[in-house]
């Protein structure tokens, strides 16, 4: 089980970009894929989560509204879409995965996820 991220890059506020989680090894068919970043001198959060079974997502507070988690199993790829881009939200962004997972909602603990990318870095700047 392997994920790995791209799509990063320098945005100005406002502005928007997609992220990109690719899984290879396996199919996404049943899984829960999170979207955590991590600041300069700060602890890594969660942004946001998607559990396939029934398409359930969930968000932090400072992302709601700006940020959309959607898959393409086709693609066997889950996506980060982010608007509306504030300079605080620069940060490296790495997406961690649960294979598979057959919740009806995320996960609750980092450590369960299997697979974990190297990250991309999202820097918001005028």
């Known amino acids: 089980v392997k994920v790995e991220e791209s799509g990063g890059g320098l945005v100005q506020p406002g502005g928007s970009l997609r992220l990109s989680c690719a899984a290879s090894?396996?199919?996404?068919?049943?899984?829960?894929i999170a979207w955590f970043r991590q600041a300069p001198g700060k602890l890594r959060e969660e942004v946001g989560c998607?559990?396939?079974?029934?398409?359930?997502?969930h968000y932090i507070d400072p992302v709601k509204g700006r940020f959309t988690i959607s898959g393409d199993n086709a693609k066997n790829t889950v996506y980060l879409q982010m608007d509306s881009l504030k300079p605080e939200d620069t940060a490296v962004y790495s997406c961690?995965?649960?294979?598979?997972?057959?919740?009806?909602?995320?996960?609750?603990?980092?450590?369960?996820?299997?697979?974990w990318g190297q990250g991309t870095q999202v820097t918001v700047s005028s």
């Open positions: 961690a995965a649960k294979y598979p997972w057959y919740g009806s909602s995320c996960i609750d603990e980092q450590i369960e996820y299997d697979s």
């Open positions: 998607i559990a396939s079974r029934d398409g359930f997502t």
């Open positions: 090894g396996w199919t996404m068919d049943w899984y829960a």
